[in-house]
């Protein structure tokens, strides 16, 4: 019996193929390899020999890992892979570093996880489908998190929200994937829904 599902351990099994020849990533494929069996606890002792390596290398090979990383994250969709003390003490000042030392380039910008740098991003590099992806992703979250207590309250504003799903709307016409595109226009629907439907009952009362 495998800790994670069988379909998220042949996703971490070819994970450790893809990266377990890089040899800075040693302490990381140790990480992996670990916490595919299971054992959380000894996977994360790895993490510290890893930060150590990583934040020694100088800074254009700390940028590819950076977006390595990221990147496999992304594609494996597992906050798992990105550990809370790697993300904190090596990828976060990276990208922000990174971010201020070369404004144009929209690869940190993808990173940061701040909604206007993911704009930033997809404007600098308008084909990228993949920050569009999670600029759309980011403005659901944050729509989301206003509308997730309704009926009992709305927890954002109604008009900066309406503009931010105008702008998902927008984004989500632009990609290529059709079914993606059928899948996030309903959820930018979805939550327009949501916020139509609290405005008539707001001016009912």
């Known amino acids: 019996m495998h800790y994670w599902r ?6 971490l099994d070819s994970l450790k193929q893809r990266l377990g020849e890089i040899p800075e990533l040693i302490d990381y494929f140790c990480y992996v390899d670990l916490l595919s069996r299971g054992l959380r606890k000894e996977a994360l002792k790895h993490i510290e020999g890893l930060i150590s390596t990583l934040r020694a290398l100088p800074k254009d090979r700390q940028h590819f890992f950076v977006s390595l990383l990221c990147r496999e994250n992304e594609i494996q969709a597992s906050h798992r892979l990105l550990p809370e003390p790697l ?3 090596f990828i976060q000042p990276v990208v ?14 993808r990173w940061t996880g701040n909604l206007d740098d993911l704009v930033r991003a997809v404007a600098l590099d308008p084909s990228c489908d993949q920050t569009r992806r999670r600029l759309i992703l980011r403005i659901l979250g944050l729509v989301g998190f206003s509308t997730h207590e309704l009926p009992a309250g709305y927890l954002g504003n109604v008009e900066n929200d309406y503009d931010l799903l105008h702008i998902a709307n927008r984004e989500t016409q632009l990609l290529h994937d059709a079914d993606l595109r059928k899948k996030y226009l309903q959820m930018i629907q979805d939550e327009q829904n949501e916020i139509d439907e609290y405005l008539k009952n707001r001016e009912s009362q």
Do not use: A, G, M, Q
Not at 6 to 11: G, H
């Open 6 to 11: 069988k379909d998220s351990f042949e996703k």
């Open 87 to 89: 993300h904190r003490r």
């Open 96 to 109: 922000e570093d990174w971010k201020n030392t070369e404004p144009t380039n929209p690869e940190p910008l």
